[in-house]
C-alpha cells in the first residue's frame, strides 16, 4: 500500500516568523494541563529560540529587501535571512548550490542590506 501526500499549500518563513508562532502554540499548551509539549515541539521551539537573531517584522523586511536585489530569489532571501551572513565567504556558501556566482559587487550589495538588521 502506496500513501502519497499531496502539498496544498506552501509558504515560506524565516526563522524569527517560525518562533512567534512557536512561542504562541507553547502557551496554548501550558495553559492546557491535560496536554503535552511533544518531544519534537520542544526541540522545535529550542532551536528557533537558539538560533533566531531578528524579530519577526525585521526578518520579513530584510527577506523583501533582499528580493528587491537582481540576484536574490525568494527562497534564497529566506536563507540569507536566516543564516545572516556577515562576510563574502559566508555569503558565496548560500549561493554554492546555485548555477550561478555572484560578482563581488553583487556580493557587497547582499551583505549592505544584511548589514542594516545585524
Known amino acids: 500500500m502506496t500513501i502519497f501526500k499531496e502539498k496544498l ?3 515560506h518563513l ?4 517560525v518562533k512567534e508562532l512557536l512561542a ?7 495553559t492546557d494541563e491535560e496536554r503535552e509539549m511533544r518531544y519534537e515541539l520542544a ?3 529550542e532551536h528557533v529560540n537558539q538560533f533566531s537573531e531578528l524579530s519577526a517584522s ?4 530584510l527577506v523583501s529587501e ?3 536585489l537582481e540576484k536574490v530569489n525568494e527562497a534564497t532571501a529566506f536563507k540569507i535571512a536566516d543564516l545572516l551572513p556577515q562576510t563574502r565567504d ?3 556558501s548560500v549561493y554554492a548550490q546555485e548555477r550561478y556566482s ?9 551583505l549592505d542590506v544584511v548589514a542594516k538588521y545585524v
Do not use: F, H, K, N
Open 43 to 45: 526541540r522545535a521551539i
Open 102 to 110: 555572484l560578482s563581488g559587487d553583487e556580493l557587497d550589495d547582499v
Open 9 to 11: 499549500e506552501e509558504e
Open 14 to 17: 524565516t526563522v524569527s516568523e
Open 24 to 30: 504562541d502554540i507553547e502557551m496554548e499548551r501550558a
Open 58 to 61: 525585521d526578518s520579513r523586511e
Open 66 to 68: 533582499l528580493q528587491e
Open 90 to 92: 559566508e555569503l558565496r
